[in-house]
């Protein structure tokens, strides 16, 4: 389906905002990675965000940088308080 997280997250109407759409200007679709499911590594734009967030845990990562794969199958997130 060529989705991220994110998309993934509105698509179900969970309780995040997602407000640039993807574009590393907001972190409102930061989520904490609970699983030990290897995820693509983070790039300098999603670093530079977390950087500027809020709530920020070890586990922290952006929801629109994390694309839905079958080998993500066992991907298990918790949502960032807004």
Request: aromatic share 4%.
């Given at each position: 389906m060529a989705?991220?997280?994110m998309e993934v997250y509105k698509a179900y109407?969970?309780?995040v905002e997602g407000t640039c759409g993807g574009m590393a200007m907001?972190?409102?679709c930061q989520c904490y990675v609970t699983s030990e499911t290897?995820?693509?590594e983070m790039?300098?734009?999603e670093?530079?965000?977390l950087v500027e967030a809020f709530h920020i845990e070890d586990n922290s990562r952006?929801?629109?940088q994390i694309p839905i794969t079958p080998e993500l199958e066992r991907l298990e997130v918790?949502?960032?308080p807004e």
């Open positions: 989705m991220n997280l109407e969970l309780s907001c972190a409102s290897p995820l693509p790039g300098t734009d670093d530079m965000m952006l929801g629109y918790t949502l960032a």
